[in-house]
Each structure stands twice: as C-alpha cells, then as structure tokens.
C-alpha cells in the first residue's frame, strides 16, 4: 500500500504563502475529487482542513485552499502565522482492496 | 456534534490481540450516513487505514490488505461504539491507534478520536 509522496519539510516566514503537492496515481488522486488535507499538532489527531480537493469545513480559516491537477494535489497556507505550524497530511480514497491512502507527511515550519 | 473517544490498554504482549473501543456521542453507530473507521500511525508506516464498519440495512466492513488476515472491527449497537480487534500483534503494530468518522456522502475522516498509545512488548 503505497503512501502519496509529500515533500517532508516546507518553511516560510509570517504572512507569506507555503504550497505542499501531494503526489498520487490515477488509481488514487487523478481518478478522483476525494483529496482531504489534515493538520496535525504534536500529540494531538489529525484534524481535517480541506476536503473533496477544495472544500474547507465549516470553521476552516479561509487562508487555507485546496487544488489539484492530474495526479498531483497541493495545500496552499496563505498568510501564514505562527500557529500553522504543524504537520500536515493529504489523503485520498483509492479504487483497490485498501480504500484510503495517506500522505507521506509534510512539516510546516514558520520562520 | 460528533465526538469520540477512545479506550483501551496501552501496552500488547507479541502474539496477543490488541483491542480498542471508540465511543460515539452525537451520532449513532448504526447510522445510515456514515462510516466507522480505525486509522494508525507510527514513525516507520506513518498514517495507516486500518479498516471500517458501517450500516446500510445490514452491516458491512472493509479491511485493508496488509492486516486483513488478522483484524476485526465490530459494532457494538447497545453502547453506541465500535471496536478494533489486532490479532498476533508483533512490535511492528505499535502505534498510535485513531478512530475516525467518515460521512457517507465523502471521504474524509472527521472527526477523530484522541489517539491511543499501544505498545507491543513483552
């Protein structure tokens, strides 16, 4: 069960704007409009950030975005602050026996 | 709104079966809208989908391929929860063990549970 490759670190500095691509197959990512983001804070779960690609749930800061392009996704934080640093997670549904497969990981840090 | 919480032993003996249950509050296990699913994580796999189960007039369950032959999540109707069941466990299924739901109409987990710790040693 391959993991979608993220890039492990992505660093900018307060107020700039960061992009994480998530890189799948078009078993995964490019067969479908189910990509979802999660942020993750040491020790805490996951919590979602961006759904069905670019969907942000109800709550979301709106200086999160989704996109996607072939069998490519990306995060975009704009505006960054301090408190988006954290690890983020992509994730996509997959057409085989393993319906959902995650990210590598990617760490934001805020310079 | 949906919560869930987690409960279960923090360290497995190799070759004993790991259990976990994850209470629901604010939504029904039995719901026809959506999907009761155990995710893990660890340093050297990273985040994991374990398996789900859910109801659609009878119930279903989806397990992934690398711990099909030894896992079972089960539904429990009376306590409004839903349970993880890793058999012969071995030092590389420690992790941090997550449930999470995801909606019937998409495919995302949300919200999740706290996290467990489980430890496989002896």
């Known amino acids: 069960q391959s993991a979608l490759t993220q890039p492990a670190s992505v660093s900018g500095s307060p107020g700039q704007s960061i992009t994480i691509s998530c890189t799948g197959t078009?078993?995964?990512?490019?067969?479908?409009?189910?990509v979802s983001w999660y942020q993750q804070h040491p020790g805490k779960a996951p919590k979602l950030m961006i759904y069905?690609?670019?969907n942000r749930p109800s709550g979301v800061s709106n200086r999160f975005s989704g996109s996607k392009s072939g069998n490519t996704a990306s995060l975009t934080i704009s505006g960054l602050q301090a408190e988006d640093e954290a690890d983020y997670y992509c994730?996509?549904?997959?057409?085989?026996?393993?319906?959902?497969?995650f990210g590598t990981g990617t760490k934001v840090t805020v310079l | 709104q949906v919560q869930l919480q987690q409960s279960g032993p923090g360290l497995v003996k190799p070759s004993q079966t790991l259990s976990l249950t994850c209470a629901i509050s604010g939504d029904s296990v039995s719901s026809n809208s959506a999907a009761w699913n155990w995710v893990r994580q660890s340093p050297s796999r990273g985040l994991e989908w374990l398996g789900r189960?859910?109801?659609?007039?009878?119930?279903?369950?989806d397990y992934a391929v690398s711990v099909k032959s030894r896992i079972t999540i089960n539904p429990d109707t009376s306590n409004n929860q839903f349970s993880l069941q890793l058999n012969s466990v071995t030092p590389e299924d420690t992790a941090v063990y997550f449930c999470a739901r995801v909606a019937a109409t998409g495919n995302d987990f949300d919200p999740w549970g706290q996290g467990t710790l489980v430890t496989v040693s002896s």
């Open positions: 994730s996509s549904y997959r057409s085989s026996n393993t319906l959902y497969v």
């Open positions: 069905d690609v670019n």
């Open positions: 078009a078993s995964d990512v490019g067969g479908y409009n189910y």
């Open positions: 189960t859910y109801y659609r007039s009878k119930w279903y369950n």
